[in-house]
């Protein structure tokens, strides 16, 4: 009975540092990981202290989010940390900036040929006002695969309100600004849809 309950503290453990091992390698953060899995950062805390351990389908899961397969976590020796070369590790918040700026400069150039070729047109600054709502999609792609809920609320409010402003601007229609109560009322579902997402979360093991 002894030497059961130490190879299942022993299982434990090594569930627990391949656990670490591959979080690590994939650059998360304990936050991170759970909120990609939806589970609370005290069951990925719990685990990695192994004083739990996660049942099959969130093996299952971690597995195909790490790229490996579920016996890798059953491994007697996982590998030692490395931390991932620069070269594979580029900041995320560089790739994000250099998304937005590809659309800045498109949105430039639109405006550079519409002075240059048709300097009778006197709203080519609309490119700039329609690169802001390309940034939202942008910020909301990347938000949700890599950063934390508030940032991702944050990212589809700009979405939600630039488009507003978007339609507001080029819409010759009377009384459209009541758009933006349109993007208020969007605005207060959005929160809740997020709030309720983060609760779901935080009380999922």
């Known amino acids: 009975m002894k030497d059961n309950k130490n190879e299942e503290q022993r299982l434990k453990q090594r569930i627990a540092a391949n656990l670490i091992y591959y979080r690590k390698l994939n650059n998360m953060t304990q936050t991170e990981l759970a909120e990609r899995i939806n589970y609370s950062d005290k069951s990925v805390s719990k ?9 099959i ?36 918040i560089i790739i994000f ?24 047109f006197e709203k080519a600054w609309l490119a700039f006002i329609f690169a802001i709502p390309v940034c939202g999609i942008i910020a ?9 809920i508030a940032v991702q609320l944050l990212s589809v409010s700009l979405l939600l ?17 009541l758009i ?11 929160l809740l849809w997020f709030l309720l997402k983060k609760k779901m979360s935080r009380r999922r093991h």
């Open 57 to 92: 389908f969130v093996l299952s899961l971690l597995a195909k989010l790490y790229g490996v397969s579920v016996s890798d976590f059953l491994e007697e020796k996982g590998p030692e940390y490395q931390p991932p070369s620069p070269g594979k590790n580029t900041p995320r």
């Open 161 to 177: 309100w630039s488009l507003a402003l978007c339609i507001q601007l080029t819409v010759p229609v009377n009384d459209i600004a």
């Open 47 to 55: 685990w990695e202290r192994a004083s739990g351990v996660p049942d």
């Open 140 to 148: 909301v792609v990347f938000s949700f695969l890599w950063w934390r």
């Open 180 to 190: 933006y109560v349109i993007a208020a009322v969007a605005q207060v579902l959005v």
């Open 97 to 120: 900036l250099l998304g937005s700026g590809i659309a800045w400069l498109v949105a430039t150039i639109v405006f550079t040929g519409l002075r240059l070729f048709i300097p009778s």
